[in-house]
């Protein structure tokens, strides 16, 4: 099944064919109005240069006026065999479509209702038939089995023609679409980036990256570039204050020798409020008594981390180099 994009939004379409597989653009006159587009022919030229094949209307009164068009915007420069001229059903559409594919130009007769209108213009050679599903079913109208119709004509009669899938609202049209097994379809940007989406997808994928992660990325690469760290004669009140400009709720206590003593928490202080009193905040770090730090070696992989804090129920690793801390280890550190 081809994919078109739908859109004469320059940024949408540049983004939309960095995807490498698009078959190409179909345009209408009211995008290009909405995207205050006044120079239709330069704007038709430009996009004919970045796209493998372009979509675009001609217009008439009379078949012979809507050739007429059709010859002139080629004279622009366009290569008739990279684009295609959309013409709206009508007698004097399907009329206009035998003249242009007598000439072997390529046409879309487009806003297509009916299976009556459908196969008029299979039968002028339209390369291309455009239902608008989205229009139809505004309108009330079973849009999937006008669809559907269409193609089982072209497969039952063996004509040469692609039916297009248009007027696109969401994902699950294009589910319809293939579904009902048409030739092309044409999408808007907004429901293409939504076609790999999928929320199991998702999750999976970030699993894989996390375990990746663990498995590669050492200790010393993950961690908080700041290094909470206070000398033991620093007072309660003071380490608050430090903890608070390191933005951690913790801070590593070392000697005056810089090797690690211990780790003072908003959750010690806490605790020693409830057991001494307001008076603690006077007390020097060194007064304290601490339990064996649970570090971890900065070169160690983010697997033995993940493993440590699993094991001790932390938030908090205190990073080491030769026993000297050199930082921290937050348990969202883990987290890309």
């Known amino acids: 099944m081809e994919l078109y994009l739908d859109s004469a939004n320059l940024k949408e379409i540049e983004e939309g064919f960095k995807l490498g597989f698009l078959n190409g653009l179909t345009t209408t006159p009211t995008f290009m109005q909405k995207e205050g587009i006044t120079d239709i022919d330069g704007t038709i030229v430009k996009l004919s240069k970045m ?48 003249l242009l594919r007598d000439k072997g ?14 196969y008029m213009a299979m039968q002028a050679g339209a390369t291309y038939v455009c239902p608008l599903v989205g229009r139809l079913q505004d309108q009330g ?12 004509a072209v497969n039952h009669y063996g004509y040469n023609t692609k039916i297009m899938f248009s007027s696109v609202r969401h994902a699950e ?34 699993q894989f990256i996390t375990d990746t992660r663990l498995m590669m990325v050492r200790v010393k690469e993950a961690m908080n570039s700041v290094n909470p760290t206070v000398n033991e004669a620093t007072s309660i009140s003071e380490a608050l204050i430090k903890m608070t400009e390191f933005n951690f709720g913790a801070i590593t206590v070392v000697t005056k020798d810089g090797l690690l003593k211990g780790v003072f928490t908003d ?3 806490r605790k020693l409020l409830m057991e001494k009193g307001r008076d603690v905040l006077n007390w020097n770090l060194s007064q304290l008594d601490y339990r064996e730090p649970i570090s971890i070696d900065a070169n160690a992989l983010l697997n033995d981390a993940n493993t440590l ?15 000297k801390p050199v930082g921290m280890l937050d348990i969202q550190d883990m987290k890309l």
């Open 51 to 98: 796209v493998p094949v372009l979509q675009i209307e001609a217009l008439g009164n009379s078949a012979e006026e809507v050739l007429a068009e059709a010859e002139r915007q080629l004279a622009l420069g366009l290569d008739p065999k990279k684009t295609v001229f959309k013409i709206p059903v009508s007698l004097e559409g399907v009329r206009a479509c035998k």
């Open 105 to 118: 130009y390529l046409v879309n007769v487009h806003l297509v209702y009916t299976l009556q209108q459908a």
């Open 141 to 152: 109208h079973d849009a999937i089995a006008l669809v559907e119709q269409c193609v089982k």
């Open 173 to 206: 049209h294009v589910r319809n679409a293939i579904n009902v097994g048409v030739h092309t379809i044409t999408v808007p940007l907004k429901v293409m980036k939504q076609l790999t989406e999928n929320n199991f997808t998702t999750l999976g994928t970030d």
């Open 267 to 269: 959750g010690s202080l």
């Open 309 to 323: 804090f699993r094991k001790t129920q932390v938030d908090t690793l205190v990073v080491t180099d030769n026993g």
